[in-house]
């Protein structure tokens, strides 16, 4: 398949991978990006064998306490040796008996399973498809067939419901048959005896509604292997012979796939890269360039094509304009210049990288709060923070240890319970960061609502020791002065 650059709302993430699988290319990479989230499948001829993403809740140690196979104690463990000993985690853990060999590439196979199928639920995003000439040596390759993933991702409800019945209602009325010449053999989908069974109601003469009628699966069920078929072209419905509404003309989808495809590519690009210049151009080289590409992306070129074309042929000729007028003028131009030493985007590898080096900072910092080292915490937490800015727990953490380098200064006391409600408004379900505030509300005097955040601590970690101790502290010193107002007054 070619270089391709597009959104994926438009043509859906299932049919994206089997549009990669029937392609069949050696080695090739998909790079996805949804908001803040980044993601990068390896692929070996067609199929999905390795993925990396920025997402923490992904890294093998903390998938591995969720699944229940190490407890959280193990995990920070395995961090403290790393930063010790310069080790990956699947060999700290397997070095200190934490954990089996198998467990380690069930543990690696399950990470790659989850970073793929997560994708499935994004409504929005963009990707970029390509080919490289051989996958990285170091890849620890856990074979996905498509086939299985798309299935498993509409059985499991990563892929939302409401679009495969849409896809599936839309062809109750067709005639379903098996395809002559599909790229997938059943086996691929590793079909349970019921599958199977609905897989024998086509014949090639009954309807869909039919089929689903006489299937003995649920319907959610029943729906998602029909999709799974559909989308990867195992079944083919009987075209209906009926007028059809007319839809763009193969021209207009033609020339709709290319500016869409533009239109990614040039929102991941400098304004140099835009404009296709390098970063020493001079002004007339810049000048040419725009001219060139204003010619051939200008929206009134596509006065006869349909709205959605020249909606994105405009869109990319603002981003032509904004190249432009950004280099054209000197002073822009240096600001811009230096924004791209500081600001540059980092590549999916790099933001991995980096969420595993924020999580070794982060267990450094709590090792620091142990030995109540706050400063050495301080430090810990706010670099984590520099390389995973959008981790709640990190500011939970930071606030808590701004309260402890200063619990008598109100300012910073303030600061601390900012930092900690700025983290529970990112991820409202940390038991340690309730606890915290907690605390502070109690050094401060407020114990209504120090009560009110042990307990908000307590209903989302009912083993948090701390805060239930806290917690009868508070409610004993109430009854005890009810007791003594009530003698008061007797």
């Known amino acids: 398949m070619q270089e391709k650059w597009g959104k994926l709302h438009e043509l859906g993430f299932p049919r994206l991978l089997h549009n990669v699988f029937s392609a069949k290319d050696t080695a090739s990479i998909l790079d996805m990006e949804?908001?803040?989230?980044?993601?990068?499948?390896?692929?070996?001829?067609?199929?999905?064998?390795?993925?990396?993403?920025?997402?923490?809740?992904?890294?093998?140690?903390?998938?591995?306490?969720?699944?229940?196979?190490?407890?959280?104690?193990?995990?920070?463990?395995?961090?403290?040796?790393?930063l010790n000993k310069k080790m990956k985690q699947g060999e700290v853990l397997i070095a200190n008996g934490y954990i089996t060999t198998?467990?380690?590439?069930?543990?690696?196979?399950?990470?790659v399973k989850e970073r793929l199928w997560s994708v499935f639920s994004w409504t929005e995003g963009i990707y970029h498809y390509y080919n490289i000439e051989k996958l990285p040596k170091d890849l620890f390759l856990t074979p996905i067939h498509p086939a299985y993933a798309i299935?498993?991702?509409?059985?499991?409800?990563?892929?939302?419901?409401?679009?495969?019945?849409?896809?599936?209602?839309?062809?109750?009325?067709?005639?379903?048959s098996r395809s002559s010449n599909s790229a997938y053999t059943i086996d691929d989908f590793q079909p349970t005896p019921q599958e199977m069974r609905l897989l024998s109601l086509i014949d090639g003469k009954k309807k869909m509604e039919r089929i689903i009628a006489e299937a003995q699966l649920s319907k959610e069920d029943v729906y998602s292997f029909i999709y799974a078929l559909l989308v990867t072209n195992v079944l083919t419905p009987e075209e209906i012979k009926e007028k059809k509404p007319e839809g763009p003309s193969p021209e207009d989808k033609a020339v709709m796939e290319s500016l869409t495809s533009?239109?990614?590519?040039?929102?991941?690009?400098?304004?140099?890269?835009?404009?296709?210049?390098?970063?020493?151009?001079?002004?007339?080289?810049?000048?040419?360039?725009?001219?060139?590409?204003?010619?051939?992306?200008?929206p009134d070129k596509y006065h006869n094509s349909i709205q959605d074309a020249r909606t994105v042929a405009s869109e990319i000729f603002t981003l032509i304009n904004t190249a432009y007028n950004t280099l054209s003028d000197e002073k822009n131009r240096r600001i811009y210049e230096e924004s791209l030493k500081t600001g540059k985007r980092l590549d999916v590898t790099q933001d991995a990288a980096n969420i595993m080096s924020a999580e070794l900072q982060f267990q450094k910092g709590k090792i620091a709060l142990t030995r109540k080292d706050y400063k050495g915490a301080k430090d810990a937490?706010?670099?984590?923070?520099?390389?995973?800015?959008?981790?709640?727990?990190?500011?939970?953490?930071?606030?808590?240890?701004?309260?402890?380098?200063?619990?008598?200064?109100?300012d910073e006391m303030r600061r601390a319970k900012e930092i900690i409600q700025e983290a529970l408004s990112s991820n409202p379900n940390q038991d340690r960061a309730y606890y915290f505030l907690g605390v502070i509300y109690r050094v401060e005097g407020k114990l209504d609502d120090a009560e009110n955040s042990f307990k908000k601590a307590i209903k989302r970690n009912p083993n948090i020791p701390e805060a239930?101790?806290?917690?009868?502290?508070?409610?004993?010193?109430?009854?005890?002065?009810?007791?003594?107002?009530?003698?008061?007054?007797?």
Do not use: C
């Open 34 to 82: 949804a908001g803040k989230i980044k993601k990068r499948m390896f692929f070996k001829i067609g199929i999905p064998v390795y993925a990396i993403s920025n997402v923490l809740d992904e890294v093998l140690g903390r998938l591995l306490v969720r699944k229940g196979i190490i407890a959280q104690e193990v995990y920070e463990k395995s961090l403290e040796i790393m």
């Open 381 to 410: 937490f706010e670099w984590a923070l520099k390389l995973n800015p959008d981790e709640g727990e990190y500011k939970a953490y930071l606030g808590w240890t701004l309260f402890n380098l200063s619990p008598k200064d109100r």
């Open 151 to 176: 299935l498993q991702a509409a059985k499991r409800g990563y892929y939302p419901f409401e679009k495969i019945k849409a896809e599936v209602d839309g062809k109750t009325n067709n005639v379903i």
């Open 262 to 298: 533009k239109h990614v590519q040039l929102k991941s690009l400098t304004h140099f890269d835009i404009l296709g210049v390098s970063q020493s151009a001079n002004s007339d080289e810049i000048k040419r360039a725009y001219f060139k590409l204003a010619k051939e992306y200008h």
């Open 468 to 490: 239930m101790s806290e917690l009868r502290l508070i409610q004993m010193r109430k009854k005890e002065d009810k007791g003594f107002f009530r003698k008061i007054f007797e």
């Open 102 to 111: 198998q467990q380690l590439n069930e543990g690696l196979s399950t990470q």
